[in-house]
């Protein structure tokens, strides 16, 4: 839908919508300036752009100047992430006992016992593991250890060091339940893991 206004100078003024994938950050509206027979295209309320290789970016033109040089850009994210929807929708997600509270995340190379980093998450959250060290490709196979407590349970064991990767199997030996994922990194992509049911 296109409506029609006339701002205080008197120049007929088009709104125009932009219509974009689902970018709740994109661009709202357009003003078009017909003035003395040219055409001006005025873009309001800009964030990030995509999916349009026509408007690269949100920059307000008025006459034949650039009155803004500042471009919004998405910037892709590498990362292997634990999906807790997936991973909980059995046993759920809360703070009672007999119910994942927190899970800690332990993620090694593929074939290799030694790890690479550790995180915890809630078991609401997924756990997130960002541009992970491949090489120059930036594509690699991960194995994950998955320990879930409940929060009797963790709240039992923090004695223990949760921001050590090396701490995984004593963590896993007080855990309540368990679990083991594969992942494959892919440049600009966020990748899921596999995991197997807890138990």
Not at 56 to 67: F, Q, W
Not at 115 to 127: E, R, V
């Amino acid at each position: 839908m296109v409506a029609k206004e006339r701002n205080h100078w008197g120049e007929r003024v088009l709104l125009v919508p932009n219509i974009l994938a689902n970018s709740p950050a994109a661009c709202s509206v357009s003003r078009v300036l017909h003035r003395a027979n040219d055409l001006f295209r005025e873009l309001v309320g800009c964030g990030v752009l995509a999916g349009l290789g026509a408007l690269a970016a949100c920059t307000s033109l008025t006459g034949s100047t650039v009155a803004s040089n500042t471009v919004s850009t998405f910037s892709p994210v590498t990362t292997v992430e634990v999906d807790s929807s997936t991973l909980f929708e059995h046993e759920g997600c809360g703070a009672a006992a007999e119910v994942p509270y927190k899970y800690v995340a332990t993620i090694y190379p593929f074939g290799s016992s030694t790890p690479l980093f550790i995180t915890t998450s809630d078991c609401f959250a997924n756990a997130v593991f960002e541009s992970l060290p491949t090489g120059a490709t930036g594509e690699g196979d991960f194995t994950l250890a998955l320990d879930v407590f409940d929060l009797p349970t963790w709240n039992a064991n923090q004695s223990l060091d949760f921001g050590d990767p090396a701490s995984e199997p004593d963590i896993r030996a007080v855990a309540k339940w368990t679990s083991n994922c594969t992942a494959h990194q892919t440049t600009n992509i966020q990748s899921l893991a596999v995991c197997d049911p807890l138990k």
